[in-house]
């Protein structure tokens, strides 16, 4: 007897099982939309209200400039390279952020402009120097200990 009324039993509960999952997915999406409707609707009249204000002035963007001074050129036991130069920097910044900054350098009695980039930094962290690559073939001698731009 126990095994004939387990038979009948589990195809009763087949039978049971996916109508009621039809129905609680047809209740669920009827009663998303109108939820998603209600809370969009004061999200977007607060945005409108704050977006005048925020927008008031334009900003403008100055370049700053930084000061640096040639101390040599980048050399080692045996040979010295004219299109490198190590240089201090004199302003209060943060030099690992320079690399890949542009570099003028103005002589003085003279028109001539020497430009390059920021390449790396030199030495220690503490001596704030950093390395110049040129741009064309090189630095004059004259350029050393003189005072040149870095513009972020």
Do not use: W
């Amino acid at each position: 007897m126990s095994e004939k009324s387990k038979k009948p039993a589990s195809k009763k509960t087949t039978a049971k099982k996916p109508a009621a999952k039809s129905t609680a997915k047809k209740a669920t999406s009827k009663k998303s939309p109108p939820k998603k409707l209600t809370s969009k609707k004061p999200a977007a009249k607060t945005t409108t209200a704050k977006k005048p204000t925020t927008t008031a002035k334009p900003r403008s963007r100055k370049l700053k400039i930084i000061k640096a001074q040639i101390l040599s050129y980048r050399r080692n036991n045996r040979l010295q390279t004219t299109n490198q130069a190590i240089a201090k920097i004199l302003d209060d910044c943060n030099h690992k952020t320079l690399i890949g900054k542009k570099f003028v350098l103005d002589f003085p009695n003279s028109e001539a402009t020497a430009k390059g980039v920021v390449t790396g930094i030199h030495g220690k962290s503490k001596s704030r120097q950093v390395r110049i690559r040129f741009d064309n073939a090189g630095m004059s001698a004259h350029a050393l200990n003189l005072i040149g731009d870095i513009h972020i």
